[in-house]
């Protein structure tokens, strides 16, 4: 196996779903919260509850700017802040039901339109992506 034409592919492949993301999730967020917001907002949504220097580190942000970014979420109502009660000193944050309600239709508007850009894919190409995303997931994305 060429490692090197591995990685050239791989390199391909990620700046693919970055461009099927940014088409997918054009246009999604609301009026009342910025572009980074609403990555903030989606980084909570899939991964809470997390603590803002989870935040931080996905969004490569710096921890004052993090911090400022979650006021402004919070002050919306769109999350919630969850001390620790092992240690005081460590919060957690999640969407509050308003975040929840805003993240439930950005996501129903992202899934319309994933839908349409599958809709022609016979079943065993469907079955094809679903294995292929696994072992992605399993071999080179590991949470």
Avoid: W
């Amino acid at each position: 196996m060429d490692k090197k034409a591995l990685f050239n592919k791989f390199v391909s492949f990620t700046t693919s779903v970055h461009e099927v993301t940014h088409e997918l999730t054009q246009n999604i967020k609301t009026d009342d919260i910025t572009s980074v917001q609403y990555k903030i907002l989606e980084n909570i949504k899939v991964s809470q509850p997390v603590t803002p220097s989870e935040i931080s580190e996905c969004m490569h942000m710096s921890m004052p700017n993090t911090s400022r970014e979650l006021k402004k979420l919070y002050e919306k109502n769109l999350i919630e802040k969850i001390t620790d009660q092992e240690d005081r000193r460590k919060q957690y944050i999640r969407l509050s039901s308003d975040g929840e309600i805003m993240m439930d239709d950005a996501f129903a508007t992202i899934e319309f339109r994933f839908q349409n850009l599958i809709q022609k894919l016979s079943d065993e190409d469907l079955a094809e992506i679903d294995r292929a995303i696994g072992v992605l997931q399993r071999k080179v994305f590991i949470q």
